[in-house]
């Protein structure tokens, strides 16, 4: 008897703007990080201790609580070669997997085709928010984006059901006869019936969906119950994208990173209960990343863009613990006033393509990395 | 005026502009289609939402902090324009010579080069090449600053020949290094600062600073090149005059416009593998191209007159890209007459379409036609007709109940309703089959009256509901 | 000579440069107006835009010394958020007002930031906005607002009880199109920056047509689009010549003065940025920020988009009790201040 596998699905936040990692996981035995931080800082007797060294900032309330349950790997000093401190370059070096050229595919789009080489599901992929992100793009790759899931899908001005169902079945009469004409019209046509199909299956999911959880009212909290809407549904989604911010804090720091990180630890706290709830805490793998940290000497209200980042990867089945060397706030070992990077993010994503998805790493983090043990290797049978 | 006339013209509007309204379509069709022809070629004086009414109520869109802020000036110029093919042969450049933000990081430089396409877009195609070269978006985006003297960097050199003129396979790998050499020292004014403030995404302390073109004659190789079976003393300058004379140049730019303005062609990278869909017309606009000795305008003069251009065979053989598609249906509401709150979120949509203008996939460009459809592509396509054409109180809407009204007292036939609502939506041509499923909807929502006072609330919904599905219909999306 | 003398007097003297631009905090972001208090604490309205995050739309407190006392207001549709805040004015109780062109009201707030309550509505009726812009108090404590797109000005109490309104669409005397910017004189006498035409017209405190001045180009005494005005004490008239990039010096009675392009230096904040950023700072030093180059359509906006010292976007003008000049650029993100020449 094989016990039925679950499928396993994975959660990405994306913190945009340049999440502050010095002020995120928090150097406050080393000495150099209060002299460098004169304003911008948070005080010894205020981090949440991690060890003698190292502790979260009191925002990450809920993850530190993660964190003592083993469910938590930090990865500290996060980047790549040669960094660039440009938000939307960065972003997009972080979405590709590409850090030299301009990559043409997304790092999870490649994953949902090893997943579903054929697109046959059109919600393998789903984006909470607006727009599509580029890590989930990938050509012949179905993806959805939802930016609000109970009235996703086709028509959502349309007051009034009878009058929806109404404009919906003639549109899907329509799409269905347009494949009797020429080649274009076809295409479009199935297309179409996808996405009216799609769309159906995903504004479900908050009517099948009952916990005892309650998320908080801003968008990282109702985006990620919207997340667990749609998972524990259970109707193929494997990836879900979302993101936060603006974290990009050049000035009001301490209270607009103190802000942010409440809103998405709590989320993320709120999850995982969630998921436990739904006995899925297992199936589940959260990735928190941002495109860049920020400079190690603060300009008295904010910190500027810089290099060296922190990511989570939270997840039932995670080996939980500190993963790569903190970077030296040393001056000599600092990269241009920023933290110097020591592991490749690449390797994040290498690990999570072979060991979570069961996918080729290589075409998921665009070359060979090496694997961190925050996941144990799948077994094989 | 027979309707299959108003219905050639709709297909140029469609294709030399964004569409046009009924109302402007049976004025077209009044001065007759040659005439139409002149009028939309005649830019000398294009009059758009004024730049300083941009300016005022969204500083972002001259000054620039932003990324985005460009196109949205940009999507107000092509929606309000009075001269829609200028804005169109403009999309038409950018989508060849492709310059994106992602390398670029500064939005003023990208917006400065739309400028410079529009200036130069419908002239000699030597000069557009010349100052394409010289524009500091297009430096930076093809490393041409690191193009020097003693040690060439290939890039923009190859791109010219491969990507904005002949296409691969006409010339040799000599040839690209040659024409590198002649582009050595054409950089941008204070080049360190410039390049590290994109790098580090810096608009401090004062917000962006504008790029300007330089040439460093003391990094300039003025050596003998041998080009293309010419040896000179060549500069970039008479790198484009030998470039303009081949017939590969000829040939790539004559696809270019058939795939952009005639009907869909494959993807540029497959051209060297694929023959065109219609040979003998690349044959002709390639004729055209050296008859009127590179004027773009005189080019796109005769393909629009032309008869292959004119054939119903390639009526809708085109899927309109998101940039038309937004455009074309805020241009039919009518209600963009002057800076909105809400037209930030109209560029937005288009990117959720797939298309962000000034960010390409690729160096390449777009790839186009059904390249633009996928699930979540359709779904923010429909949505967004649907949504803005389905609006009752714009002036747009305000016509279409006045032409239903203007039928009469009682109720209107189903049949007369889909009618006026496809005529209204600049003429469009949809399949019998497509039109038989809108009289049903019609019906079946129930009848629409016109009383004396007009059409109620109630009436008008449903009329606003017929509009919604013809929006999302397939044929709406093919130009 | 005598009249030289005074002249001399009047003409401008770069002093420094205040702010910088950032998202949210310390910092603007596309400042679209200021006021100053009693205690000479500057309060810059920051006018952002759709997309940007949401507490970049703010009011920014600080001195000229560059001394930060914080920011109040964000982006939104609730009370003491804005859309398109356009005016700040402050009354002689230290109450600060903030226009909102999209709102159609007015946000009432304290010194220190806090909000009171908001008037007004959209329409075309008296007492009703559309499009509210330039705010000034006149010497009775009653408000003015620039109604832009019903091309009027309304005066108000400053509980917003309508008292009076002037002007209509049109470009004849005492006509506007689109007006902006306000100011009033000693006398209590209202100018108005009429944008749309070009020009600053005069207005009695009844709202009777006085005088206009300036016609539309770009030669001296000439106006494109004027944003702001404001009123010395000897009734010389400043002018933010908005679509010149400039400020233009009038006379008491609209002859041409003087003419200034701006001369920005490095503001303290300036200075904090480029001391934790020394690349940039070096890479800065390096270049040439002045390049002698030509400007697509010789055009003032485009040259001052490539020299970062000049005007880009001047738009308010405040003096302050020294009868010192403080000129708000919004697409600098800074404020230059002059003095005069004595």
Redesign the interface.
Known sequence: MVAEVKPRSLVIVQLSGGNDALNTVIPYGDGLYYDWRKEVRIEQDRVLKINNHLGFNPALRSIKNLWDNEKVAVINGVGYPEP??????SI?IWNTGESVG?G?SGWLGRALREIDPNGEN?IAGVNFG???PRALSC?GV????VSDLENY??????QGER?RD??LS??S???G??M??DN??Q???Q??I??LK??DILRTAPAQYSSAVEYANNPIAQSMKSIAQVLTADIGTRVFYTQHGSFDTHAAELDTHTKLWTETSDAIGDFMEDMKEHNLEDDVLVLVWSEFGRRIKDNSAGT??GSGGTAFVIGGTVNGGLYGDYPSLKETDQLEGDLHFNNDFRSIYSTIAERWLGVDPSIVSNGYFEQHEFISPLAYN | MPENQIELIAHLARRAGFGATREELEEYAGIGYEATVDKLLDTSSPKWMSE?LI?????????M?????GLEAWLYRMITTDTPLLEKMTLFWHGIFAT????V?NA?PLS?QI?MFKKYAMGDFRNLLVEMAKDPAMIIWLDNQQNHKDSINENFGRELLELFSMGVGNYTEDDVKECARAFTGWTI??C???E???????????????W?YEFDANDHDNGEKEFLGRKGTFNGEDIVEIICEQEATARFIARHIYHFFVA?EPPVPQWPYQAPRDPEAIDQIVQAYFDNKYDIRSVMKFVFNSDFFKSEDCWY?K?KSPAELVTGVMRLTESVDRPQ?E???RQ?RM??M?QTLSNP???EGWDG???W????A??ER??FA??EL?RVETPGSNELFNKIAFEGSGDIDADRIVDICLKHLGTINV?D??RS??V??VS??GVIKVEDQGIDEIGKEKIA?VV??IA???EF??A | MATQGLEQGQSLRYVRTVG???MRGRGF??P?DSAMSNSGRLYVLS?S????VSDSMRVTMLNEDGEYYGVFGSAGIGDGQF??PCGIAINDQNRVFVTDE?LNRVSVFNESGEFLKHWGSGGEIDGMLNGPSGIVFDQDNNVLIADSRNHRIQKFTSDGEFLQSFGEYGNGDGCLN?P?GLGVDQQGEIFVAD?GNDRIQRFTPNGEFVAKYGSPGRQEGEL??P?GVIVNQEGYIYVADW?NERVQVFGPDGEFVQKIRGQ?T??E??ED??GV?V??AG??E????E?D?DY?NDDP??ES??I?KLF??PVSLMLDSESRLFITE?????IQVYERDN
């Open positions: 660039n401190r440009s938000h939307f370059r997009d301009i043409e059109p607006k727009g599509l050509k179905p993806v959805a984006s899908g086709l028509f959502p001005d349309i009058s109404l404009a003639a549109f009469q329509i799409y006869s347009a009797a004409h274009v019209a295409f479009i046509g297309t179409g996808d996405a799609g769309a500027d863009h | 300083y300016r005022r109520y969204h500083p972002d869109e001259s000054s902090l932003a990324g985005l802020s994106g933000y992602p390398k990081l003023k400065d400028r004014g204070n360190e600062y410039m590290l403030r994109s790098a580090r995404d810096s608009d401090w302390p004062y917000g962006r600073i504008s300007h869909d053989e899927v709150y037209h930030s979120s937005l990117q959720y797939g996939p690729s160096v036609g059904t390249t459809i996928d699930t979540g359709l779904v429909m949505n649907s949504e389905g399949k089959d497509t499923k809108l049903n909807y079946k929502n509901g919604k599905l999302s219909t397939p999306q093919r | 910088m631009t950032t972001y596309y679209i006018r835009f759709e997309r940007a859309r398109w999209y689109l902006w944008w494109i689009k944003a679509g920005a490095n503001s904040w300036a940025f480029l950023n690349e940039e890479a800065r390096r270049a040439n920020l390049p180059i697509f906006h485009e988009s490539h970062e880009w976007g919004t697409n600098r993100h800074r």
